[in-house]
């Protein structure tokens, strides 16, 4: 990216604009409901009843993530796990979701303005069956995310979210794709609506 370049995405984004984030699932804090992203937004966890661990891929979690990778766990509860952010962010990425048992589920990572409106949503089914390394990898994008929720089908005994190792499927790439088509098409009409001065 060149530099002029770089500051007109500055400069059309505001000094508002929101980040492109993701989690650091093993950060000890998410055991008591709070947490900063990579970016250094800080979110807040529902509370599922059962409070959270942080189990490991291969010892303490035996699922789909990479091996040694940091797994938060709802404690066998069933239901969504909602992350609140204190400011907004543009994407969430590199989310793996796991259902606590072996088999067809179907993950969804949800993301949400501070209207409640949905703004974007991954979903994707899978089949857990401790095959390490093979889990997909969720992410939602949009403007003025405040709110994402992960959640799996037959979470009845709890679900793992952890970093995925595996590269977007094709409806993320395509929508990081037309995400930055667009950011390109608004450079190129602010670049011709400029007067050229004549020296």
Known sequence: MTASVAVALAMSLGSTAALADSINFGQPSLTS????????????LNNPGNGYSILTQGSSWNGDFSTGAPVLFDNYTSGAVVFSFASPISSLTNVGIEANFYGPYTGTLAAYNAAGALVSEDVINFSSSFAPGTIPMWSVSGPGI??????????GDGIGLGPSSLVPEPASWAMMLVGIAALGA??????????????
């Open 146 to 155: 405040v709110t994402v929720v992960a959640s799996a089908t037959d979470d």
């Open 186 to 199: 608004t450079l190129r009409v602010a670049r011709k609506a400029a007067p050229f001065a004549a020296g």
């Open 33 to 44: 409901f709070t947490g900063v992203t990579n970016g250094g937004v800080s979110f807040t």
